[in-house]
């Protein structure tokens, strides 16, 4: 666990993941180019939830527990969606099987951990969304974690002030040469949402 120098309690849990994931690019052996096979022999057999965008992108949903992994049609691994705003997540464990963590995360909590850890970031607001923020992290070249901030638990419960962690990413420009076809696919541009509006901080 790490020591959080700024509020004093180690960081542990999620958080602790979250952080990892912020700093290395993966969350265990899910990472950016992972393959299929291996993570598959590592936690067992994933759940299949078809193709992305249609059979023609040639990109897979597969998962383990409540994570949402996306492969593209050779079986590395493009992106990884983390649904933290289900309130507790089912993790896999190595061997086979899952656990669940509580996903209740503060903003303040967060920050205070990736401070803690030496990480930098870059905060996204949106002109349309002022209910949300992104926290963005670059742990390695063209891999970026993303964290999703939203001022309230759900739409009917009023603004808080201390924010709560909706979802995390993980992210990467695709493999310049599929394996599958030989040939360069194309590149997952790096933008950011329309109006947005990039803060630089910590």
């Known amino acids: 666990m790490q020591q959080d120098q700024r509020t004093g309690p180690p960081v542990s849990g999620l958080v602790a ?13 899910l990472r950016v180019g ?14 299949d939830g078809g193709p992305v965008d249609g059979a ?16 593209c049609r050779c079986g590395l ?17 190595p061997g086979g099987g899952l656990r669940t963590v509580d996903s209740h995360v ?12 030496g990480l930098s970031w870059r905060t996204v607001t949106y002109e349309n969304l002022s209910d949300q923020r992104t926290l963005e992290l670059t742990p390695a070249e063209d891999v970026w974690v993303n964290f999703v901030l939203t001022d309230r ?8 002030q201390d924010w709560v962690l909706s979802k995390a990413s993980l992210w990467g420009i695709d493999h310049a040469n599929c394996p599958e076809t030989g040939s360069p696919e194309a590149g997952s541009p790096h933008v950011g949402s329309p109006g ?6 910590r």
């Not at 993941?17 to 052996?29: N, R, V």
């Open 17 to 29: 993941e979250l952080t990892a994931l912020a700093a290395t690019g993966a969350l265990d052996a």
């Open 34 to 47: 992972a393959a299929l096979p291996g993570l598959t022999a590592r936690y067992g057999e994933p759940w």
């Open 56 to 71: 023609a992108s040639g990109s897979h949903w597969f998962g383990w527990g409540s994570l949402q992994p996306v492969f």
């Open 77 to 93: 691994l493009e992106r990884l969606f983390i649904p933290v705003w289900h309130g507790e997540l089912e993790l896999p464990v």
């Open 106 to 117: 503060t903003e303040s909590v967060l920050t205070a951990a990736l401070n803690a850890a």
């Open 153 to 160: 638990e759900s739409y009917d419960d009023p603004p808080l």
């Open 196 to 201: 947005a509006a990039p803060v630089d901080g």
